[in-house]
């Protein structure tokens, strides 16, 4: 037995899980996470096979099965050492010799080879993360750009833009008239002839900006319509660690990143962003709500609180909070009444509660008495 092996492979892989991240990327670079929230799954192609597009192998990145990986169109199966062997070959003790290699463990590695090594690799993922910050910019200018040429909801002067009937008409089936609130938003636009990814088709779309903190754009909302003012309905069949399944092809998308970003719905009637109130010391209560439906509905409403569109409940608990914000009440959708929703709702709003330690703000929960959510409540069913 040599010195290397002594190390124990239940070593080696607690130490391949610790740097998974750097580890899935470095092997299969074509992947890439299966949602960038959840981070559950990093979908690649499967080296041991002609596969030429990523959708059937997957990389368990979370969970019980954490480093392992499942291609559902062979069959294949294995542990994380199991998966270096799917991409280098050889044996599994070949596997995790490498692993203890790869990791810094290897005590037969000269140290100069060992401090070589990591310097090359520090380097290749500070160059990982500029090229990665480069798109993501050229990105957001994109997007940015698609949401300037759309159809805004007024004309100049604050009257309905009849450019944009298709918007109003989607609102309105939904029980929302925009006419109730003093003015009509402007964070949202029409956008007409938008590719949905996923299906190949062309659809219209309400395109909302999302901002950050600084209220710098950061990414682009979509809610694709028919041209009948109806969300798209369109399904396909994926495959998924277990085996086929149906599944709703995306009816919103929010592109790119947008990590700790909103959707300013609604100023509570202030004329002026959360960031220029702040230096003024003037509180406003707010809302934070999971889609511009339910922000609308917020708005019409609560017309004195601002309102904010997470885009998603994962997003909740990353969402600002500023000084001016002397309260903020998290509008909980009913339909979040699984267990796993349930306990996201309630660490975000626990770590809203805690952020708002720092800028006085007290977090409250809300729910509609009728059906799932505030826009069901302005429909009244």
Known sequence: MTVAERISFREVKAALLDKLDDLVSELFPDGDYDSKSKRKYWLATNPSRNDTKPGSFWIYMTGPKQGGYCDSASGQKG????????KRGGSI?????????????????PPEQREQRAIAADQRKRQAIAEAAAQLERDRRTAHAIWLH???????????NPAAALAFAYFE?????????????GVTR?????RHV????????????????????????????????????????????????????????SWPDYLGGFIPVWDGGTNMSARKQVPTGE??????????????????????HRVRAACSLGNLHNMPLFACDDRLIVWRDNDWG????????????????????????????????????????MKGK
Request: hydrophobic letters at 40%.
């Open 283 to 304: 509180l406003t209560p707010a809302i934070a709500c999971e889609g511009i439906e339910d922000g609308f509905a917020a708005a019409i409403g609560n017309q004195d």
């Open 93 to 109: 003790l070949d596997a995790k010799i490498w692993g203890q290699w790869w990791c810094g463990l290897d005590p037969n590695e």
């Open 338 to 377: 699984k267990p796993q929703a349930e306990r996201q709702l309630q660490a975000a709003c626990k770590e809203l509660a805690e952020r708002g330690r720092d800028t006085g703000t007290e977090v409250f929960l809300a729910s509609s008495y009728l059906g799932k959510d505030a826009n069901d409540l």
């Open 198 to 253: 996923e299906s190949g088709q062309t659809f219209a779309a309400l395109g909302s900006c999302i901002i950050g903190a600084d209220h710098k754009f950061m990414a682009l909302h979509r809610v694709f319509i028919t041209d009948e003012a109806e969300k798209i309905d369109l399904w396909t069949t994926v495959n998924t660690p277990d085996g086929p399944k149906k599944k709703q092809l995306p009816v919103r998308k």
């Open 150 to 160: 759309g159809i805004p909801l007024a004309l100049k002067g604050g009257v309905r």
């Open 190 to 194: 029409l956008l007409l002839d938008q």
């Open 173 to 185: 089936k939904r029980g929302i008239d925009l006419d109730k609130l003093p003015r009509l938003p």
């Open 79 to 86: 542990d994380v050492f199991g998966l270096i062997q799917l």
